[in-house]
């Protein structure tokens, strides 16, 4: 019991984000400042570079501040293994995972962590999409999640009608408790 509270009420980020990153290092400066500019401060990034060959490295450096934290896994791991990598670095309360190449508007981790905190019975929140050119035009609406869908469907999500996206936020315990992503499914 001891050991629960004080893992509860120990300080720690509110929220960790962890980014993977494979050759992407185009979008990630999109990706990093996105996480820079949300309204609330207590975040952490964890940027795991999955064994790039591009410049990666250099990018993720240039992001001096605290709560950036620059990875490099011993191989390239793919996607589940290079998330569950993260995941085990990971120190915040929620857990997010945002894709290189994916950006988040200003307020996402204030609106999806005040969820996580009022609704306990809530473990996973995520908000819409929307979908952008590589210029930065182009900005539309993505239909996700379906009307039909609107609320999670087990038997949806079985018939590969995906139901989460991945920059779903999550309670740590459900990383815990499930043991992270399947590694043998490498696009997670």
Known sequence: ???????????????????????????????????????????????????STDDTADVAKQFDDDRYTYLRTPENLKLSRALNYGHAHARGKYVMNLDADNMLPDNALAILSDALDKRRDLHIVYGALDTISDDGSNLRHNEFPYPAYQNFSWFGQMAHLNQLHSSAMMRREVIEQSGGYRERQWRA
């Open 1 to 51: 019991y001891k050991q629960v509270v004080n893992d509860w009420t120990k300080p720690r980020p509110k929220v960790s984000v962890v980014v993977t990153c494979y050759n992407l290092a185009k979008y990630l400066p999109d990706a990093l400042q996105s996480i820079g500019r949300q309204t609330i401060p207590n975040w952490e990034c964890i940027i795991v570079d999955d064994g």
